[in-house]
């Protein structure tokens, strides 16, 4: 991948997770999430508006043996496109995004226990049309659990992010159940970084993981709490005061947080439990 399309990545994965709370993308997911997790898709799909560029990213779903791969699911995210959209391939395994803006893009597909791998950093220019292919393979499983580091105990309803690639705009998502499980379903046979958080917990992030090699426990430490008061100089109470906590972590990892970034992280990840809009 080109450096300006990792770096578009980079800032993007980054504005997922910090941006204003005010702009909440709905899901990044595909359809093969966690059997562990809760269900949040009611069954009403998201109508967006039609997208409003003039290029095209075409392409095909395949076996390996080159025959089409009907129904796979392929969705898109990316510099012009979001929230992600996806459609599904025909009987002769082609898919199509119409009116994509000009952008830096990253396309996946996936069906059932079926995937194949990603692909990052189409560089789209105004009147362009791409095409690309995805050659589908039987996927792996991932599964653990998440568990307190010093009470051994399981942590139910910790949030997990999953990608291949530790940064992508279309991570798998999961939850922890009562029993601290988790499952990732249909993973390409390659290291898998998560990223796991917990109310009340330091966050786990780019765990690395290869779903051939067994079920993974992720150990959780307890976080400490900071609460205190806002006056001013005459020691008077002020109200409505926006707080920003910025420090080091374990292992020196940098640490922002704010009401409103708490607030979009939250919102953005159980939006991302719902399926991706259709086009």
Same mark, same amino acid.
């Given at each position: 991948?080109?450096?300006?399309?990792?770096?578009?990545?980079?800032?993007?994965?980054?504005?997922?997770?910090?941006?204003?709370?005010?702009?909440?993308?709905?899901?990044?997911? $595909?359809?093969?999430?966690?059997?562990?997790?809760?269900?949040?898709?009611?069954?009403?799909?998201?109508?967006?508006?039609?997208?409003?560029?003039?290029?095209?990213?075409?392409?095909?779903?395949?076996?390996?043996?080159?025959?089409?791969?009907?129904?796979?699911?392929?969705?898109?995210?990316?510099?012009?496109?979001?929230?992600?959209?996806?459609?599904?391939?025909?009987?002769?395994?082609?898919?199509?995004?119409?009116?994509?803006?000009?952008?830096?893009?990253?396309?996946?597909?996936?069906?059932?226990?079926?995937?194949?791998?990603?692909?990052?950093?189409?560089?789209?220019?105004?009147? $362009?049309?791409?095409?690309?292919?995805?050659?589908?393979?039987?996927?792996?499983?991932?599964?653990?659990?998440?568990? $307190?580091?010093?009470?051994?105990?399981?942590?139910?309803?910790?949030?997990?992010?999953?990608?291949?690639?530790?940064?992508?705009?279309?991570?798998?998502?999961?939850?922890?159940?009562?029993?601290?499980?988790?499952?990732?379903?249909?993973?390409?046979?390659?290291?898998?970084?998560?990223?796991?958080?917990?109310?009340?917990?330091?966050?786990?992030?780019?765990?690395?993981?290869?779903?051939?090699?067994?079920?993974?426990?992720?150990?959780?430490?307890?976080?400490?709490?900071?609460?205190?008061?806002?006056?001013?100089?005459?020691?008077?109470?002020?109200?409505?005061?926006?707080?920003?906590?910025?420090? $080091?972590?374990?292992?020196?990892?940098?640490?922002?947080?704010?009401?409103?970034?708490?607030?979009?992280?939250?919102?953005?990840?159980?939006?991302?439990?719902?399926?991706?809009?259709?086009?």
């Amino acid at each position: 991948m080109a450096p300006f399309s990792k770096r578009l990545l980079v800032i993007a994965f980054l504005a997922l997770l910090l941006g204003p709370a005010n702009s909440l993308p709905p899901r990044v997911a $595909d359809s093969n999430e966690n059997e562990a997790s809760h269900d949040m898709d009611d069954g009403a799909e998201e109508e967006l508006p039609p997208l409003k560029g003039d290029s095209v990213i075409e392409g095909s779903t395949l076996f390996d043996d080159g025959r089409a791969f009907e129904g796979v699911s392929v969705s898109i995210a990316g510099s012009g496109v979001w929230p992600p959209r996806s459609v599904t391939s025909n009987v002769e395994g082609r898919f199509s995004f119409s009116g994509v803006p000009a952008g830096v893009y990253e396309l996946n597909a996936t069906v059932g226990h079926w995937v194949s791998e990603p692909i990052q950093g189409i560089v789209v220019e105004a009147k $362009d049309r791409k095409t690309v292919s995805f050659k589908m393979e039987q996927g792996l499983q991932l599964a653990g659990v998440v568990i $307190d580091a010093q009470t051994r105990c399981p942590i139910e309803g910790a949030e997990l992010l999953l990608s291949e690639y530790g940064v992508s705009l279309l991570p798998k998502v999961s939850q922890s159940d009562g029993k601290g499980a988790f499952l990732f379903l249909a993973l390409r046979p390659v290291d898998q970084r998560v990223s796991v958080r917990a109310q009340g917990y330091i966050p786990a992030l780019g765990i690395s993981h290869h779903p051939g090699k067994g079920q993974i426990t992720i150990e959780l430490t307890r976080a400490a709490t900071l609460s205190g008061k806002v006056v001013d100089e005459e020691g008077r109470p002020i109200d409505g005061v926006q707080l920003e906590v910025h420090g $080091d972590g374990q292992d020196e990892v940098p640490i922002f947080m704010s009401e409103e970034t708490e607030q979009f992280r939250l919102s953005l990840f159980n939006q991302q439990q719902q399926a991706p809009p259709r086009c």
